[in-house]
């Protein structure tokens, strides 16, 4: 190939980089929430909070989060205040690293490491309505601030192993996460409308439940559906998995209380 | 070397099916298992049910001319006409295992027991599909014929 070649494949490749970005929009594969492909009853539900079902876990955390329990006579206003403004920036950041533990706890075990260790109460069942009506309330005060995980340093290996997970083929259908929810958003799966599979709005109302659930409980849905043993709510492999779940959701929006089919 | 082909997936088919009763040897030719998995022909109207129901779910991903089936797929290609696109012999490849065609296809193996990870207790060492069934389902795709 000579320069003058060369030179033109150039120019035609700089005359073609604008046309590659207007058909494949950077907004493709821009993060977005799964309310963005909620049909339009679901949205209306969510915005009235007269309707939104997650008010009354809402209600309840706020009561929780006042009442003392445990040998140490404290509530979680003890230790917090009374709006626990600090925990809001907190709130948007787990799964976060435990020096104690050497690992990534979610903000659900977050609330139990308090009561057991700081209240000397006992710890809430996971995916309880008490212990998702207080982790709700803590999403709620952070609603609209960007979700912001830490993947450094001593994070990266369970980012690692979450991202595997995100990408291993799971089960009797042999389906991996990336293949509905990178591949494949928007596009129907018998009724159901298929989203990015975001975190941003967990706990979440799911109208299928009739109560508020954990991401954990959302994964374990997914990989049934894939016909797939799933791993239990707060193991090792749902945080990990969670890690990287919760970064690729890095920027959007906090979103709570949040309402799903 | 074909037929050393042949014999290897007779024998991995063998071996597989050694560790449950469920999956039927098979031998692939070029991107087609050319022979029935059975010796009884395959029942369109049976495929069809199979087709629409939820075990298979077929529905789930494909528009498929089932009308009567509020809610069709539309994660998979539609499959209207695909009986004049495939002979028998592809279908029941791309049936029994589409990863043989697409690595990095999302349709299940209907018809694999083995290289499947942490498959729910209730379906493990079970075949989505019993080989009878695979045989329906191909004669049901095969009447879906272009006009």
């Given at each position: ?31 977005r929430s799964g309310y963005f492909y909620a049909s339009p009853e679901t949205q209306a539900l969510q915005d009235d909070p007269f309707a939104n079902p997650g008010s009354l876990w809402l209600e309840e955390g ?70 998702m009506s207080?982790?709700l309330?803590?999403r709620q005060?952070?609603a609209g ?46 009724g159901e409308r298929?989203s990015?599979?975001q975190?941003n709005n967990f706990p979440a109302y799911l109208i299928r439940w009739g109560t508020v659930g954990?991401?954990?409980?959302r ?34 929006a906090v979103e709570a209380p949040a309402v799903r089919p | ?147």
């Open positions: 190939m000579g320069p003058y070649q060369r030179g033109l494949v150039l120019a035609v490749a700089l005359l073609l980089l604008p046309g590659a970005a207007l058909i494949f929009p950077a907004s493709a594969q821009e993060a706020r009561a929780r989060w006042q009442r003392i329990e445990g040998a140490a006579g404290k509530s979680c206003a003890s230790c917090h205040g009374d709006n626990g403004t600090e925990l809001i920036e907190a709130s948007a950041a787990y799964p976060k690293f435990n020096k104690r533990l050497g690992r990534p706890i979610t903000l659900s075990q977050q609330i139990n490491q308090c009561r057991v260790r700081h209240m000397g109460a006992a710890a809430l069942a996971p995916d309880s309505e008490a212990l207080i982790e309330l803590l005060r952070a601030r960007p979700m912001q995980v830490s993947v450094d340093g001593p994070m990266r290996p369970f980012y690692e192993r979450g991202k595997a997970l995100y990408f291993q083929r799971r089960g009797q259908f042999n389906m991996a996460c990336y293949q509905c929810h990178d591949q494949r958003p928007g596009e129907f799966v018998r298929l990015q599979g975190i954990s991401a954990h409980r994964f374990q849905l997914c990989d049934r559906q894939a016909r797939a043993e799933p791993f239990q709510i707060g193991s090792p492999e749902y945080v990990a998995l969670e890690v990287y779940v919760a970064h690729r959701a890095r920027g959007l | 070397m074909l037929n050393w082909l042949i014999i290897m997936v007779l024998l991995l088919g063998f071996a597989s099916s050694a560790q449950s009763e469920t999956v039927a040897p098979y031998g692939i030719v070029a991107d087609a298992i050319p022979k029935p998995l059975t010796r009884n022909p395959g029942d369109a109207i049976r495929g069809r049910g199979l087709a629409a129901g939820r075990r298979a779910n077929c529905l789930g991903c494909h528009r498929m001319p089932i009308p009567e089936q509020p809610f069709h797929g539309t994660a998979g290609p539609r499959l209207d006409g695909v009986g004049s696109r495939y002979t028998a012999g592809q279908l029941r490849l791309r049936l029994v295992d589409p990863t043989l065609i697409n690595e990095d296809t999302l349709m299940p193996p209907f018809h694999k027991v083995g290289g499947l990870h942490r498959v729910a207790p209730a379906y493990r060492g079970k075949a989505i599909l019993s080989a009878q069934e695979i045989e329906d389902v191909i004669a049901y795709l095969l009447t879906l014929k272009d006009e």
